[in-house]
Structure formats: C-alpha cells, structure tokens
C-alpha cells in the first residue's frame, strides 16, 4: 500500500491570516467581548481553538449576517475571511461595534472587480446558496445576480453590459461549464474567473493524481472548499474519495486492499490533522494494526 501526501493541501493565506487576526484582536481586547461574525473557517476544530481564546460565535445557517448582527451589542466585531456586504458594515458602525476586517485579500479583489462594474452593468455572479461568500458579494448591490447552476440561466431577465465571475473556493470544472453556458446565452459578456490560486492549485494537484484507488480529503463536512477537492477526484476517474473530519473517522474496510491512497485537505482543515491521518496510514501501510488513536491531538492551529 502506498500513501500519497498530495501538495500543496491544507491551510490556504487567507486562513492564516484570519486565524492571526483573531488571536490578535483577542489578545488586544481582553476586558471586551470579542465576537465572530459566523465561523472563522468552516472547521469546527479551528472554531473550538478560537472559542479557548475567548472569541464568541454568532452563527446561524439560516439566519444572514445582517440578521446575524441582532445578536451583537457591544465590544468587537470580527467579519470572516468570507467577507461582508457593504449594508453588514454600515450596520456595524452604527451600532457602535468596533470592527476587525479579516476578510481574505482575493475575496476583496472579487468585490472590487463586482462593485466597479455593477456601477454601469449587470453581474452573473457564480455562487453557492447560502454561503457567507456569496451572501457578501451578491449584497453589494441589486445588480449582482445568483446562480448556482445552468438551469438558472433561464430565470434571469433583461441584462445588459454583463460581467460573469463567480465565487472564489468552487470547482474549476463546474464552473467552467456554468460559464460556457451564460456565454451560449450572451456571448459578448465579459469574464473574470475568480477562483483563488489555493483553491486552484488544490484542485489541480488533484486533477494530476495518477493510478489512485481512494482520495481522502480531510475537512469539514460544511466546507465547501473540501467538498469540492472531493468531487474533483471522481470527477478525474478516482473511483472511490471521501471526507472525514480527523483520522478518527477512518475505518478499516474503507483502506483495506488498496494499492495507492492520496490524502489531501481543505483550505480550512489544520494541516496537524491532515499529517495524523497520513502517520496513521503510513504506520498502517507499513505491516502495523489498525488501532486507532484516542483522540486527534490537542492543539489543531
Ligand atoms: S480559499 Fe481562497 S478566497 Fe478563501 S480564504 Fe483561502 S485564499 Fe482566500
């Protein structure tokens, strides 16, 4: 059995530097509540890690930022790396919250490019439902419009002088063929393709795997990044993949009699989870028992 460590994996910028802001703003303001503004990261072990700082969490899937923002009235406010429309800040300022901007450099670009040019045109912006990335871009004005899918070409009106992007952490194929068809539709449109480089480079390492007969991708079951890297391997001929959280999610029938294992992770999953379930399959592959740990180890940032 060969386990294959797939690189680059794991940890992305911009969630190093959301995780160093909230360590800092926490460190800064230690007589103050100190709330996060949805999670972090979608990954609930970098979550639990801020809550021992002394970050607070507002969070609720079905509730938007703004609504989200009824739960906060004092202290600090810190927006994620997914970024917040420009109606969730004002509302901030007014209340008088101090904020803290951890939103990731390339999601800025993303809303410049939208808000420069929603001044004179129409926006197809390529997005998940309900994600707080699209949520903030889709609310920089009423010219953004949502698609999650070909078929929702079709429920979109008159537009004119038109821009498609998309969020920055979807596939690159899907989004690709999503592109494709908005272009069948209106083939003058201009194009900006927003997917991150470590989004990219993730996939794409991926997309290179060779004679594989199991990915896992270690990540959270809500991050949408690692579900992606998922479909991306059997959308490039892996025949089995799977998402498990830590190595305690690994069982035996699921490793058993496979020649080559590649292992790869989310830009929100802590590259130490990732590296215990690469030792355990390597101790594994080595002739060793499948005995799982008791726990993943302690400290996950
Ligand atoms: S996945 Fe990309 S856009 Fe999202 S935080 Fe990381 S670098 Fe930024």
Redesign the pocket.
């Given at each position: 059995m060969e386990i294959i460590s797939v690189k680059p994996r794991g940890?992305?910028?911009?969630?190093v530097?959301?995780i160093m802001i909230a360590r800092e703003t926490a460190a800064k303001h230690p007589d103050e509540k100190v709330t996060m503004l949805g999670m972090i990261?979608h990954n609930r072990f970098v979550v639990e890690e801020c809550r021992k700082m002394g970050i607070r969490f507002v969070e609720d899937p079905k509730k938007s930022r703004l609504e989200l923002l009824d739960e906060i009235d004092e202290g600090v406010v810190i927006f994620t790396?997914?970024g917040v429309s420009d109606a969730v800040r004002a509302k901030a300022e007014e209340k008088g919250l101090t904020v803290v901007d951890a939103t990731?450099?390339?999601?800025i670009s993303?809303h410049t490019i939208v808000r420069d040019h929603s001044k004179h045109g129409d926006v197809i912006y390529i997005g998940k439902q309900n994600h707080p990335?699209s949520e903030g871009t889709v609310g920089l004005s009423p010219r953004v419009h949502l698609i999650t899918k070909k078929e929702d070409i079709d429920t979109l009106g008159e537009l004119h002088d038109i821009l498609i992007t998309n969020q920055?952490?979807l596939s690159l194929i899907d989004t690709q063929e999503i592109i494709d068809a908005c272009l069948q539709r209106w083939p003058d449109a201009a194009v900006a393709r927003e997917i991150?480089?470590?989004?990219r480079i993730r996939q794409e390492a991926v997309m290179n795997l060779q004679d594989t007969d199991l990915l896992i991708v270690v990540g959270d079951p809500r991050s949408n990044?690692s579900n992606q890297l998922r479909q991306i391997g059997l959308k490039a001929g892996i025949p089995e993949t799977c998402l498990i959280e830590s190595v305690l999610d690994l069982n035996e029938d699921m490793i058993r009699n496979k020649n080559r294992i590649a292992v790869t992770s989310g830009?929100?999953t802590p590259n130490s989870l990732t590296r215990q379930v690469i030792s355990f399959l390597e101790e594994y592959a080595a002739g060793g028992k499948f005995n799982l740990p008791e726990e993943v180890i302690s400290s996950v940032l």
């Open positions: 940890y992305c910028q911009g969630v530097r959301a990261v790396a997914h990731c450099p390339d999601v993303t990335e920055t952490t991150c480089n470590a989004t990044n830009s929100s």
